[in-house]
């Protein structure tokens, strides 16, 4: 596989935390020539379409590029993705939510359908997929699929001018739930399970299965967890409730199965790898853990006004698990190596991370209990997305100097 691909997920992860090192700056230089809403809408976007999703499918290519017999169509598709990623994030730049970056990110979707064609081509022709692997995977397309009607309902929703109605909000949340909980949740385990495999790593344990049905059963309800803030009844609190124990249940299962082949996973992966893996999976246990505090109605609705505590949950799935959870298999395939300089950007992301998140929540602790608030939380926060952008930096720098001069895993 061209190791451009890398390059590209690395562009979109230091683009993502260099627009947040501007918003963090920005209460310090408030009259920016640039629109503070502008910023904001274009770093989600790549956050979530750009890094995440491109660095989820380069994984999904570098694990197959040595059985991959469309490449050219795989190198346009990523060639494809990368412009249109970065021409979505300077139309927000320029405009924020108009023409032009509707008609982007409306491409972006219909090429993560071609891409999740793709995918499922692809699996079609391997032999050697585990089943666990192809059940998260299959499930994971489902998911990404069923997110894009959040994005082509607020058209609708604002064509008929509801864009200040509730409707808007909601498919808001329609879309972020099935991106987080389903599709970048899914993929990533779904590849996890792949790659062990590829080790001679069998999962044998049913609790795998069990985590799987679990959780995909209880993604749609758990849905309504999300919208607690609108009044649509008891039926919709008892969908929640469901749907968020019976998440947390499959994951619990999950981890239980990744527990079972501990010793076989360190046993073929440097410590440094390990570290990354049992930090992606307590921050796993600590995301599902959280969402059982939505099933309260009171407590949803003060989580859903504290800005803070929202801001701090999107970052501590996006930018904690599902990024870690990225990096982490991007070394399992040997992208990056567990070299010094990979060490020490981790652990200068994770700091930021961890400060960030000490920020965040502690700022909405403060104002949930009537607390003034800390006196240096904006300074903080500005520093956690300097080591933020640091941490990237370095890594990207580690995968430069890879002596590894082969295409990867080709």
């Known amino acids: ?7 590209y997920t690395f562009f979109f992860f230091t683009l993502t935390a260099l627009s947040g090192v501007w918003m963090r700056f920005a209460p310090f230089q408030p009259n920016a020539s640039i629109p503070y809403t502008n910023v904001l809408h274009g770093h989600s976007h790549l956050a979530i379409l750009g890094w995440a999703f491109l660095g989820g499918f380069i994984i999904f290519l570098s ?4 059985t991959i017999k469309q490449r050219k169509q795989a190198i346009a598709l990523t060639f494809m993705l990368f412009i249109t990623s970065l021409l979505m994030f300077a139309a927000f730049l320029y405009q924020g939510y108009g023409v032009f970056s509707i008609i982007m990110s409306s491409i ?37 699929v069923i997110s894009s009607f959040g994005p082509f309902s607020l058209g609708y ?22 991106q987080y909980n389903g599709w970048l949740y899914l993929f990533l385990v779904g590849m996890f399970i792949i790659l062990v495999h590829s080790k001679n790593i069998l999962i044998r344990s049913s609790f795998i299965r069990y985590g799987f049905w679990f959780y995909i059963i209880s993604l749609f309800p758990s849905y309504f ?7 649509l009844g008891v ?10 124990i019976g998440q947390w249940i499959g994951v619990i299962f999950t981890l239980l199965a990744f527990k079972a082949i501990w010793r076989e996973l360190a046993r073929h992966f440097s410590k440094f790898t390990m570290i990354c893996l049992y930090i992606t ?21 003060l989580i859903y006004d504290t800005r803070s505590i929202v801001i701090g949950y999107l970052h501590f799935t996006l930018l904690g698990f599902v990024s870690i959870f990225i990096i982490t298999q991007y070394q399992m395939m040997n992208v990056i190596t ?13 700091a930021g991370f961890l400060l960030n998140k000490f920020l965040l929540f502690g700022q909405g602790l403060l104002q949930w209990f009537d607390f003034p608030r800390l006196a240096f939380d904006t300074g903080g926060l500005l520093i956690a997305s300097i080591l933020l952008l640091t941490g990237i930096l370095i890594l990207w720098l580690s995968f430069f100097q890879n002596n590894n001069k082969r295409l990867v895993n080709h």
Request: proline share 3%; net charge positive; charged share 10%.
């Open 108 to 144: 972006h979707i219909f090429l993560e359908y071609w891409a999740a064609v793709f995918i499922m081509r692809q699996l079609k022709m391997e032999n050697n997929v585990p089943k666990p692997g192809q059940l998260f995977i299959k499930a994971s397309i489902l998911a990404l």
């Open 63 to 66: 694990v197959y590029w040595h």
């Open 281 to 301: 999976f307590i921050l796993l246990f600590f995301k599902s853990t959280m969402e059982l505090g939505l099933i309260s109605p009171a407590l949803a609705n």
């Open 225 to 231: 967890s999300s919208i607690l803030w609108v009044d």
């Open 157 to 178: 929703i604002s064509a008929n001018g509801m864009k200040d109605s509730i409707l808007f909000d909601i498919a808001i949340y329609f879309y972020l739930h099935f």
């Open 1 to 7: 596989m061209p190791k451009a691909f890398v390059h």
């Open 235 to 244: 039926l919709s609190m008892i969908l929640a409730a469901i749907g968020s």
């Open 338 to 350: 567990s070299k010094w300089l990979s060490i020490l950007g981790f652990s200068i992301f994770f």
